[in-house]
């Protein structure tokens, strides 16, 4: 395709995180927050027709529900899934959620409980919530709307609400091997951790982005991909696919200022 | 039989220092009219085990916790429980046993199924091991040796439930989509109060309706009838949660004396006030449900 197409940072992010899903079959598709569920659909509607996904509330559906008030449309269901089943299903590895931690460490270890000292801290999150059992039992990727040093700490994250690869914290006899990271997907790149011995590794690049900013913005040491590449822009039929999703246009407000996916030259 | 009572009846039977354990999840389905009635009660150093909602802001901001065992708390439309968030960054909650969602459940199931505790994977190699020394971990009996947590039960001493529809003989329906787990914790609780938009004389239903049905009366001491209840939170299939209190309980939070003046305003009337100071029953019956 090469026509010029028109196209949001948030719509780039949105195609970028659906390729999280990409291969992963019969799974529970879970993306929390805009984006990431923008993410899963597109993927469900595009390459990836074996996903599960829910309401986001309780019930499995085969069509992935547009974001926001929903006038007419009459959700069709394909089944039942209270929050007693998705755990069943975490604990059953048959899951992929993508989710916004408030930070992200060198290992891949992620915090959504507190940031500072945890008997008196800084600021108190939401709470591990899910992510001790997300994060050891099945798929998990990343959503970042605002790549940088507070969120890609230098140290560990102030408290270790999902696992990682870091060696130490795993004792003899754990089974570390059921956990999976697939994607970071920020709103400068995407990164994974498959470099060497787990080393974050940058994959691809949003449109006008370097590498040594990317660096320049993250806490840990990071590796360019042998085949770093520019982030796939959308093409027009991906692009009409999530004007469907997102009728009310939530992803304009899902990164700060709304730019475009082609960063002006300054 | 009748176990019909009143929220007076049920926090007239809570002494200082219980474990109580809130059902519901986040801002949905939570014993409100009951826990403003423990706000206005002199009940004290509570142990509140939860998924937590704006029951564990405001009974920390009324300093009733003196532990809170939870694996987080929101009001999900605005994500940071503004009570609870205050209160941790002042330091002022001491005990702590956050967990895993899902270990808190299999805690839950331990209990109602009288064992000590129930091994799962979740929470290893996380901060949760570390900042719950008490927790241990056991290594399988059989060949493949793989080392668990040992989830210990969260026995209650009560647990504090709202429902849809009761009746006198403490028979209970869940008529929104998700149960979530109440079940568990009226299992896991020796006493466990139910708080319901309706409750009959006698349950009597069809086959379909009698699926709403999660968990079995024998494990119920008392039905309350309080319509509007779960306010603010919501209350599926019946009503919404009401965004615009929770945004005047989020911003009492960031104002001074902001927590007196809710309690006066909102708790210490009583829950007739309460309700016409939220709109009555004609606005309360209407509040939309949450499109997610």
Redesign the interface.
């Known amino acids: 395709m090469t026509e010029k197409t028109d196209f949001t940072l948030a719509e780039l992010m949105i195609v970028a995180a659906s390729e999280a899903w990409r291969g992963d079959g019969e799974v529970l598709a879970s993306g929390l927050g805009v984006i990431p569920r923008l993410g899963a659909s597109l993927a469900k509607l595009t390459h990836s027709e074996g996903l599960l996904m829910t309401?986001?509330?309780?019930?499995l559906v085969e069509e992935p529900i547009p974001l926001?008030?929903?006038g007419d449309y009459q959700p069709r269901y394909s089944g039942?899934m209270?929050?007693?089943r998705v755990?069943e299903c975490?604990?059953g590895g048959r899951r992929h959620a993508m989710i916004g931690p408030t930070q992200i460490d060198r290992w891949g270890?992620t915090n959504l409980?507190?940031v500072g000292e945890?008997?008196?801290?800084?600021?108190?999150?939401?709470?591990?919530?899910?992510?001790?059992?997300n994060?050891?039992?099945h798929i998990n990727s990343f959503f970042v709307p605002n790549h940088g040093r507070r969120v890609f700490v230098e140290g560990e994250v102030d408290?270790?609400?999902?696992?990682?690869f870091k060696p130490e914290?795993?004792?003899?006899?754990?089974?570390?091997d059921?956990m999976q990271i697939r994607i970071v997907v920020t709103d400068l790149c995407v990164m994974d951790y498959d470099g060497p011995a787990r080393a974050a590794r940058v994959r691809s690049l949003h449109p006008g982005v370097s590498f040594a900013e990317v660096q320049e913005k993250t806490g840990f040491p990071l590796i360019a991909a042998a085949e770093l590449r520019e982030t796939p822009h959308p093409t027009a039929d991906q692009l009409a696919l999530i004007r469907r999703l997102d009728p009310h246009d939530l992803r304009a407000t899902a990164i700060k200022g709304n730019p475009p996916g082609i960063r002006p030259a300054v | 039989m009748d176990k019909r009572m009143t929220t007076a009846d049920v926090v007239g039977a809570l002494r200082d220092g219980m474990t109580i354990g809130f059902g519901g999840w986040g801002p949905r389905r939570k014993p409100m009219a009951i826990v403003r009635e423990i706000l206005r009660s002199p009940v004290k150093d509570l142990t509140v085990v939860a998924y937590g909602g704006p029951e564990v802001g405001m009974l920390c901001a009324a300093g009733k916790v003196r532990k809170l065992v939870f694996g987080f708390a929101t009001l999900d439309a605005i994500p940071l429980e503004p009570y609870y968030r205050k209160a941790r960054e002042a330091g002022e909650l001491t005990e702590l046993m956050e967990l895993d969602e899902g270990m808190f459940q299999w805690g839950l199931r331990a209990a109602g199924m009288r064992l000590p505790f129930l091994p799962t994977r979740c929470g290893l190699a996380t901060d949760v091991v570390k900042l719950n020394p008490e927790l241990r971990t056991i290594r399988s009996p059989y060949d493949d040796g793989e080392v668990l947590i040992a989830m210990p039960a969260l026995k209650l001493d009560v647990a504090l439930l709202h429902v849809n529809v009761a009746d006198r003989l403490g028979n209970t329906l869940v008529t929104g989509p998700d149960p979530y787990f109440d079940h568990l914790f009226a299992r896991a609780a020796d006493q466990c109060y139910v708080s319901a938009e309706r409750v009959e004389e006698r349950l009597q239903l069809d086959a379909a309706s009698a699926r709403s049905n999660t968990f079995e009366r024998y494990l119920v001491t008392g039905v309350v009838e309080a319509p509007f209840g779960a306010h603010p939170t919501s209350c599926p299939s019946d009503y919404g949660w009401d965004m615009s209190h929770f945004k005047r309980y989020a911003a009492s939070a960031g104002e001074e004396g902001g927590w007196q003046a809710y309690v006066d305003e909102f708790v210490t009337p009583g829950e007739a006030a309460y309700q016409e100071r939220n709109g009555g029953a004609a606005r309360l019956g209407t509040l939309p449900l949450p499109v997610f």
Request: proline residues 8%; hydrophobic residues 35%; charged residues 20%.
């Open positions: 309401d986001s509330e309780a019930f926001g008030p929903r039942w209270p929050f007693e755990f975490v604990w270890q409980s507190c945890y008997a008196k801290p800084k600021s108190a999150m939401l709470g591990v919530r899910g992510l001790p059992g994060s050891i039992n408290m270790v609400s999902g696992v990682g914290r795993w004792n003899d006899g754990e089974r570390s059921l």
